[in-house]
């Protein structure tokens, strides 16, 4: 099987990872294998993509290395709500976050800052930096003075480099005498980020469409968490007048032709036509889109069906939730079947890569049991204690088929597209899914105080 080898810089301390790994190797695969090294979880993992190195191109879940194109960054390209919500999710693709906006800052590029209207702001954020760096490296504040221009955005050196070392000293000094830990110093990096740039990481793109026989050069911009969000777009010649293309959880499905043309179609309206410069920047956007779409609307579903996620392929054909949690898995047995023996639910760990849980429901019980499935090869896994090496689920519930048996795996519930899972990390406030419980129960809560007997508690124990 032939190789090939590629270079992926990391956001974190500007170290670059060399791979070697089969020409079949996907876009996903190398992002997996990355976040694994950087002790990023199976959740946040999903936040991930490679970009091109040099430009501004992503390469889409499904894309492999054929291309002379060898060297890559791996980049948070999803955004999450708040980077509060992020660092709850995985505190290391917080802290990934975090140096990427750094180094973007350090370059200048983010568009949306602008130095003659945050000088003050970006002299600010490199000070604080310079701060972080003395409290995570336990370095003394005048070696940290010494290398300034490592954390001084670079617009800002370029102005006033020789006017910059007392302001450095004065504030690094007073600061120093607040106490706080790394990881607050980071938050509010951050914060002051975000009001420089809410809309930092929404990517822009350049296309033609026609309309009524007249042609016209586009800039399309996704941004999700604008004041009004979704796919966007305006002239060229008019930058400042937005238009609204839809919204995420309005797109119906997305097309591609051949000469680089995109057809977004809508719940309402007509199909909307895009055309790029090349296939390199039409696949780049159309994952963008998808990603949003999954990460925010629908998990199990892609949004165009040449621009695939090879994972979820895989979870479909095993009839497996993603890394749902327990908590999730435990409540869709109580609402879809009520808990009869032998349903169970398939499901991605939430923490350790190659896992996978069972969670199945027993006689005698009101809450379902838990078994661990572990993948020890890219076609067969071994279950709870057993030996057997299993090659598909159904083999596995031809095994355990039994309905007196100790385990008995009757029926697998599989994922819903509808359903509100926990998996929607980029999902805004104002979005909805199918909910896991009836309303009408919560409103019965109300009514009156009532007693519940313990042995009707289902309490999931995290594994």
């Known amino acids: 099987m032939s190789e090939v080898d590629l270079k992926v810089n990391l956001a974190v301390d500007s170290k670059v990872e060399e791979i070697r790994c089969p020409a079949t190797a996907t876009a996903e695969d190398i992002c997996i294998l990355l976040c694994r090294k950087l002790g990023i979880g199976t959740i946040a ?50 802290d990934y976050y975090f140096h990427q906006a750094r180094n973007d800052v350090l370059e200048n590029k983010i568009p949306d800052i602008v130095y003659e209207k945050y000088r003050k702001e970006l002299v600010g954020l490199g000070i604080t930096d310079m701060y972080r760096v003395m409290l995570e490296k336990e370095i003394v504040q005048e070696t940290v003075e010494n290398d ?96 609204c293309i839809c919204a995420l959880e309005d797109l119906g499905f997305i097309s591609l032709r051949k000469d680089s043309t995109v057809e977004i179609s809508r719940r309402n309206g007509i199909p909307f036509y895009l055309k790029f410069n090349n296939m390199q920047n039409m696949l780049s956007f159309v994952s963008l889109v998808d990603g949003y779409y999954r990460l925010s609307v629908k998990w199990t579903f892609n949004i165009c069906k040449d621009v695939i996620t090879p994972s979820l392929l895989k979870l479909y054909s095993m009839k497996c939730h993603g890394p749902v949690g327990g908590e999730f898995s435990y409540a869709k047995l109580e609402e879809k079947r009520g808990n009869t023996p ?74 819903s597209e509808n359903e509100k899972s926990p998996l929607l990390l980029c999902q805004s406030d104002n979005l909805t899914g199918e909910s896991l419980i009836d309303s009408s129960t919560i409103e019965s809560l109300y009514v009156h105080p009532r007693c519940i007997n313990s042995k009707d508690l289902q309490i999931y124990k995290g594994q």
């Not at 993992?45 to 992503?58: E, S, V």
């Not at 879940?61 to 948070?76: G, H, M, N, Q």
């Not at 896992?355 to 071994?382: A, G, M, N, R, W």
Request: with cysteine; charged share 30%.
């Open 342 to 415: 032998g349903c169970f639910i398939l499901r991605e760990s939430d923490s350790k890569y190659n896992i996978f849980y069972i969670d199945v429901c027993v006689k005698d019980s009101s809450k379902p049991q838990t078994f661990k499935l572990e993948y020890v090869s890219p076609d067969s896994f071994i279950f709870h204690n057993d030996v057997t090496r299993y090659n598909s689920l159904p083999q596995l519930m031809a095994a355990y088929n039994r309905e007196d048996g100790p385990i008995y795996l009757g029926e697998c519930l599989p994922p």
């Open 45 to 94: 993992r999903h936040l991930f993509a490679l970009r091109i190195h040099g430009k501004q191109i992503f390469l889409m879940p499904s894309a492999t290395f054929v291309e002379k194109v060898k060297e890559y960054d791996l980049r948070i390209r999803f955004k999450v709500a708040s980077t509060k919500k992020l660092k709850k999710i995985d505190i290391k693709a917080y």
């Open 148 to 243: 300034y221009k490592k954390y001084i955005p670079k617009e800002v050196l370029k102005r006033h480099a020789f006017f910059i070392k007392k302001p450095i000293h004065d504030t690094l000094s007073k600061i120093k005498k607040s106490g706080h830990d790394a990881w607050y110093v980071k938050a509010e990096y951050l914060r002051q980020l975000d009001l420089m740039a809410s809309e930092y990481l929404a990517e822009e793109y350049k296309a033609v469409t026609e309309e009524e026989g007249i042609i016209s050069s586009l800039i399309v911009r996704v941004s999700p968490f604008a004041v009004e969000p979704g796919i966007k777009y305006c002239l060229e010649s008019k930058k400042d007048k937005w238009h």
